[in-house]
């Protein structure tokens, strides 16, 4: 599984959990709301300082949104 | 301290141990000698499949890499 993979698959998880739609992340990290949900998908090659953003928004250390058994930790 | 900087102190020490110059990193990751020089330097936003290439080349997993504690870890 590709870094970026494990990345969208982890925000996706942290934010459901919070109860935050895409909307509300987008709003919080500056971002726009397509491109969270391309994130989400995989489908972007983010920077560390977006990575960092979104890390700070769900107040998760990015170390766990990187960690390929992170959204199995807490189910 | 921003990730970016965690990321570039954690490169540089890993490479330093491993007794990798920069040519040698820059040639194993197919990147520029003197692009990773600025992002041992944090004046890179480095993208997520270029820090998993980096990952890759030292061996060590992203998610030291980005640990503020791994460079003091093995001191």
């Known amino acids: 599984m590709k870094a970026r993979d494990v990345f969208a698959v982890n925000i ?3 934010r459901l959990k919070l109860g935050y739609s895409q909307e509300r992340l987008a709003e919080v ?3 726009h709301r397509t491109y969270i949900g391309s994130v ?13 953003k979104i890390s700070l928004a769900l107040k998760i250390p990015l170390t ?4 390929k058994d992170y959204s199995n930790e807490n189910e």
Chains 1, 2 share one sequence.
Do not use: A, S
């Open 64 to 67: 766990k949104l990187l960690d």
């Open 29 to 31: 990290t500056n971002l």
């Open 40 to 52: 989400e998908r995989g489908e972007r090659n983010v920077t560390i300082d977006v990575m960092e």
């Open 12 to 14: 996706r998880c942290t």
